[in-house]
Antibody, heavy 117, light 107 residues
Framework: QVQLVESGGGVVQPGRSLRLSCAASGFTFSSSGMHWVRQAPGKGLEWMTFIWYDGSHKFYADSVKGRFTISRDNFKNTLSLQMNSLRVEDTAVYYC??????????WGQGTLVTVSS | DIQMTQSPSTLSASVGDRVIITCRASQSVGTWLAWYQQKPGKAPKLLLYKASSLESGVPSRFSGSGSGTEFTLTITSLQPDDFATYYCQQYSSYSWTFGQGTKVEIK
């Protein structure tokens, strides 16, 4: 079965960096586009970034463009999110998710990132 | 960027009710529209994609319709397991946007 398991969340000070990882299994990772979506406490879902199946194209929401970088390792079946210059408003649960036909068909359980001094 | 607006934000309903949630896009998205259900502390679950296609394993009481800028999610005969928050999501030109959510509460 499809599994997406995020890791790397935690508490970080404003302005610092954090790297999230997502371990994928149960499907052909190298054939799937992948997303990161976040949800601030008590708030709605916010799409952040998408990467093509082969890593050749990447797309970002304006809110994270220039600060966050998505990447993937198709040999290790791993998706990553490098988050720099973190702000208090980046506090959220971060979900790794699989793209299908303009929608998102599988989600991880999420990892909580708290940006606080 | 395309903005998605859901209505209502909160909906109170009883078991057995027919529930309709509306989602409007700030510009046409064709039928690139999906609906999700989310329960507290859980990841969202895909219900419908391409506006009206039911995801495998999702009960047939869920249905979607619309195209362009106006979409609806209908739940016929609301069940206890359906009390949750629902989100629409559009896809256009490698940008995805979610609506703000509609919470379906027990009346």
């Amino acid at each position: 079965q499809v599994q997406l398991v995020e890791s790397g969340g935690g508490v970080v000070q404003p302005g610092r960096s954090l790297r999230l990882s997502c371990a994928a299994s149960g499907f052909t990772f190298s054939s799937s586009g992948m997303h990161w979506v976040r949800q601030a406490p008590g708030k709605g879902l916010e799409w952040m970034t998408f990467i093509w199946y082969d890593g050749s194209h990447k797309f970002y929401a304006d809110s994270v463009k220039g600060r966050f970088t998505i990447s993937r390792d198709n040999f290790k079946n791993t998706l990553s999110l490098q988050m720099n210059s973190l702000r208090v408003e980046d506090t959220a649960v971060y979900y790794c998710a699989r793209e299908r036909s303009g929608s998102i068909d599988y989600w991880g359980q999420g990892t909580l990132v708290t940006v606080s001094s | 960027d395309i903005q998605m607006t859901q209505s209502p934000s909160t909906l109170s309903a009883s078991v057995g009710d027919r529930v309709i949630i509306t989602c409007r896009a700030s510009q046409s998205v064709g039928t690139w529209l999906a609906w999700y259900q989310q329960k507290p502390g859980k990841a969202p679950k895909l219900l419908l994609y391409k506006a009206s296609s039911l995801e495998s394993g999702v009960p047939s009481r869920f249905s979607g319709s619309g195209s362009g800028t106006e979409f609806t999610l209908t739940i016929t005969s609301l069940q206890p397991d359906d009390f949750a928050t629902y989100y629409c999501q559009q896809y256009s030109s490698y940008s995805w946007t979610f609506g703000q959510g509609t919470k379906v509460e027990i009346k």
